[in-house]
């Protein structure tokens, strides 16, 4: 079933709202290259819009944000690099709580354990934890998160638990269930800094949303580039196979 989408009014103009947002934060890198600064500073600027975005979307009425933020091909980079981010996962997991807890939002991860620092593992897990009778919203944060990897595991883990018999009858809903998490469907993706491809994230989950590719790098979408993407969504025809008004 598609998500139902709500309509808002935003500068007199009615704009959908979204279920289910997905954004890949990209351009950090970037961004602190044009401005001469490393890449950590970059990732800095990044996690700083990063909060400050994701109150705005669900103060739009968003239910559901997935932000890919760490990929399990990520751990390609320098290890400087990578161990900057980590230290950025696990900051935020310890010390935004109060922020989650004030505006009711429940903390999820998507991903897999290995090869995350235990750091990591524990904070994250913490922080999960902490929030999980929050009911105003959901974050999903993608975080050695892949795509492929997850429909892998989620095979692996029907095997494990259903007989043959059971696994002939699985339909489409059953098998969702056994992904990283039980969310509905992503309506709107958003890819920051140019790029146009998927990059592994939310392969099954993305099936039927709506893309979108802003240019502006990561630390620089804001509040109004948002909402000058829920404008652009406002205009897709979402057809789901079927044909409009026959
Ligand atoms: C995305 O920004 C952030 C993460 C991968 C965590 P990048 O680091 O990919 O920035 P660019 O693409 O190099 O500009
Ligand atoms: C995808 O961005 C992963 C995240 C933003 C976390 P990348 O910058 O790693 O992707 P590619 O390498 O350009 O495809
Ligand atoms: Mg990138």
Same mark, same amino acid.
């Given at each position: 079933m598609p998500n139902m989408d709500k309509a808002i009014s935003i500068n007199n103009q009615l704009v959908k709202i979204p279920t289910h947002v997905a954004i890949i934060v990209d351009g950090n890198g970037r961004w602190a290259k044009e401005r001469g600064l490393t890449r950590m500073k970059g990732h800095d600027a990044g996690f700083k819009n990063l909060k400050k975005l994701a109150n705005h979307i669900f103060d739009r009425g968003v239910k559901v944000i997935s932000f890919?933020? !760490? +990929? =399990?091909?990520?751990?390609?980079? +320098?290890e400087e690099e990578v161990s900057h981010l980590m230290d950025i996962f696990v900051k935020m997991c310890r010390f935004e709580l109060k922020t989650f807890m004030k505006n009711n939002i429940r903390v999820i991860f998507s991903g897999?354990?290995?090869? /995350?620092p235990k750091k990591v593992i524990e904070a994250r897990d913490w922080i999960a934890d902490q929030t999980k009778? %929050? =009911?105003?919203g959901i974050m999903n944060f993608c975080l050695n998160y892949g795509g492929r990897a997850e429909i892998v595991n989620a095979v692996k883990r029907i095997a494990a638990e259903k007989n043959p018999e059971e696994i002939a009858e699985l339909t489409e809903q059953d098998f969702a269930k056994y992904l990283y998490q039980d969310l509905p469907d992503v309506d709107f993706m958003i890819r920051t800094s140019g790029e146009q491809r /998927? +990059? %592994? !994230?939310l392969l099954w989950q993305n099936s039927y949303a709506e893309f979108y590719f802003p240019e502006t790098k990561f630390p620089d979408f804001n509040a109004e580039d948002f909402d000058q993407a829920l404008i652009e969504y406002t205009r897709r025809d979402r057809r789901f196979g079927a044909i409009k008004n026959a």
């Open positions: 890919y933020v !760490f +990929s =399990t091909e990520n751990f390609k980079r +320098s897999a354990d290995e090869p /995350l009778e %929050n =009911t105003g /998927l +990059s %592994n !994230f």
